[in-house]
């Protein structure tokens, strides 16, 4: 008899107890009760400690079981603790892959349903900013430099994007409706002490705020890539796939809705589109009308510019740009320094229009992540169960909102005429 049975029937002798009234107690009864419900305590604890005991047991071994596993992570993951370092190795590290790979430890065949779905690869604050390529000599906006203290690093130096320049958060709403500042009145004034003669010299001034309504709502992000089911069962080149291309182009898709989404095609609104941001037209050469747009932003919205956005085609003609003996302005083709115009950084984007700037402080400008980035694997698309083929695609959802459209400036690089 285990402790459980025991305890059953310790229970039902003490309800056949519980039946008889108080004069119908025996002697031996009277006696009995005290020893039984001693018996029925003690029996109770000991199951407890037996429970216990299982618990810290189930414990230990479970523990034991995530060494074990976390032991079998790439060493990516395991040197960013909770994340991997890159896309590619979160879905290479992902449950759903690995799943996937343990009903199918010889690889899919030809007539095998491919379905892997690795939700949340990336956590929502880190869906934009963490999809960065390894270390590498290729300047393509996503090296990241080691820096020493009072050393630059001018071979690996990192380059700004513009998802480097804007705000990004996370969000739990899918549609959100804000208020939009348009212009700032300052009345900011030193306000005297009180005059009994003057009534109006006690008051305190109030700035005037001009806003406006607008809306946020999700949209989806996402691009996809074929792979073959050999890519799909080695790590290494499912990672660099992942890295190499599907990062890339849904950064470059996010940087030209944030630059020129238009409600009209379906998208949110992107800053060339909205309403309120700044504009200077051309003045004299493209030096000139850059030093205007930075006076116009001063003077209108107080604001300091963080950076200029240049198309590749004017950010190479600021390069070129000579004197009268042919010496070139900037740095040379063989010179290294800062990469700015007025002391504002420049940052290329090959999604603004050549012939314009766009300069200003991009924090103003807000990319929030509503779902966070997933990565979907299946052969359920045209013939590529028939090919061997997978369709591997990359999705997040995320709102834009604009909190204060005149912090950036439209620069008119070009003559219209």
Same mark, same amino acid.
């Given at each position: 008899?285990?402790?459980?049975?025991?305890?059953?029937?310790?229970?039902?002798?003490?309800?056949?107890?519980?039946?008889?009234?108080?004069?119908?107690?025996?002697? !031996?009864?009277?006696?009995?009760?005290?020893?039984?419900?001693?018996?029925?305590? @003690?029996?109770?604890?000991? &199951?407890?400690?037996?429970?216990? !005991? !299982?618990?810290?047991?189930?414990?230990?071994?479970?523990?034991?079981?995530?060494?074990?596993?976390?032991?079998?992570?790439?060493?990516?993951?395991?040197? #960013?603790?909770?994340?991997?370092?890159?896309?590619?190795?979160?879905?290479?590290?992902?449950?759903?892959?690995?799943?996937?790979?343990?009903?199918?430890?010889?690889?899919? %065949?030809?007539?095998?349903?491919?379905?892997?779905?690795?939700?949340?690869?990336?956590?929502?604050?880190?869906?934009?900013?963490?999809?960065?390529?390894?270390?590498?000599?290729?300047?393509?906006?996503?090296?990241?430099?080691?820096?020493?203290?009072?050393?630059?690093?001018?071979?690996?130096?990192?380059?700004?994007?513009?998802?480097?320049?804007? $705000?990004?958060?996370?969000? /739990?709403?899918?549609?959100?409706?804000?208020?939009?500042?348009?212009?700032?009145?300052?009345?900011?004034?030193?306000?005297?002490?009180?005059?009994?003669?003057?009534?109006?010299?006690?008051?305190?001034?109030? *700035?005037?705020?001009?806003?406006?309504? !607008?809306?946020?709502?999700?949209?989806?992000?996402? @691009?996809?890539?074929?792979?073959?089911?050999?890519?799909?069962?080695?790590?290494?080149?499912?990672? *660099?796939?992942? /890295?190499?291309?599907? $990062?890339?182009?849904? #950064?470059?898709?996010?940087?030209?809705? +944030?630059?020129?989404?238009?409600?009209?095609?379906?998208?949110?609104?992107? &800053?060339?589109?909205?309403?309120?941001?700044?504009? =200077?037209?051309?003045?004299?050469?493209?030096?000139?009308?850059?030093?205007?747009?930075?006076?116009?932003? #001063?003077?209108? %919205?107080?604001?300091?510019?963080?950076?200029?956005?240049?198309?590749?085609?004017?950010?190479?003609?600021?390069?070129?740009?000579?004197?009268?003996?042919?010496?070139?302005?900037?740095?040379?083709?063989?010179?290294?320094?800062?990469?700015? &115009?007025?002391? +504002?950084?420049?940052?290329?984007?090959?999604? &603004?229009?050549?012939?314009?700037?766009?300069?200003?402080?991009?924090?103003?400008?807000?990319?929030?992540?509503?779902?966070?980035?997933?990565?979907?694997?299946?052969?359920?698309?045209?013939?590529?169960?028939?090919?061997?083929?997978?369709?591997? #695609?990359?999705?997040?959802?995320?709102?834009?909102?604009?909190? =204060?459209?005149?912090?950036?400036?439209?620069?008119?690089?070009?003559?219209?005429?």
């Amino acid at each position: 008899m285990n402790l459980k049975q025991k305890l059953a029937a310790l229970q039902a002798e003490a309800a056949e107890l519980r039946k008889k009234s108080a004069d119908d107690l025996t002697e !031996a009864d009277v006696e009995r009760i005290p020893a039984l419900k001693a018996e029925i305590d @003690d029996t109770q604890k000991k &199951i407890k400690a037996q429970e216990d !005991a !299982a618990a810290s047991l189930k414990s230990a071994v479970e523990e034991e079981d995530q060494h074990a596993q976390d032991a079998d992570e790439p060493a990516a993951r395991k040197a #960013r603790g909770d994340r991997p370092t890159t896309l590619g190795d979160a879905f290479v590290g992902s449950a759903a892959l690995k799943a996937f790979r343990e009903q199918n430890p010889s690889g899919p %065949s030809k007539d095998t349903p491919i379905s892997i779905t690795a939700r949340a690869v990336a956590s929502k604050g880190q869906s934009v900013r963490a999809i960065k390529a390894p270390l590498n000599t290729i300047d393509n906006g996503d090296t990241t430099p080691t820096r020493l203290p009072g050393i630059e690093d001018v071979t690996y130096r990192k380059p700004n994007t513009l998802l480097d320049l804007i $705000t990004v958060g996370v969000t /739990n709403a899918q549609w959100l409706e804000y208020r939009q500042l348009i212009s700032v009145t300052n009345n900011a004034a030193i306000v005297p002490e009180a005059q009994a003669n003057n009534v109006a010299a006690n008051l305190k001034p109030i *700035s005037d705020l001009a806003t406006t309504t !607008a809306d946020a709502k999700a949209h989806t992000y996402a @691009d996809g890539i074929e792979a073959t089911q050999q890519e799909l069962n080695d790590d290494g080149a499912l990672a *660099s796939l992942i /890295n190499g291309i599907l $990062t890339q182009n849904l #950064r470059d898709e996010i940087e030209r809705v +944030v630059l020129l989404g238009d409600d009209a095609n379906g998208e949110p609104n992107g &800053i060339l589109n909205t309403t309120g941001v700044l504009q =200077q037209a051309f003045n004299t050469d493209m030096v000139t009308s850059v030093r205007k747009g930075k006076t116009l932003l #001063r003077e209108t %919205s107080n604001t300091i510019p963080q950076a200029i956005v240049l198309n590749p085609e004017d950010d190479e003609a600021f390069d070129l740009l000579k004197d009268a003996n042919e010496r070139f302005y900037g740095n040379g083709p063989f010179g290294t320094g800062p990469q700015s &115009i007025w002391a +504002v950084p420049r940052v290329t984007s090959a999604s &603004i229009p050549q012939g314009q700037a766009l300069m200003g402080d991009f924090r103003a400008f807000q990319l929030l992540i509503f779902e966070a980035l997933s990565i979907l694997a299946f052969n359920q698309h045209k013939d590529y169960a028939q090919r061997n083929l997978v369709y591997v #695609r990359a999705e997040l959802r995320a709102l834009q909102l604009f909190r =204060q459209p005149a912090k950036l400036a439209v620069i008119e690089l070009e003559s219209a005429a």
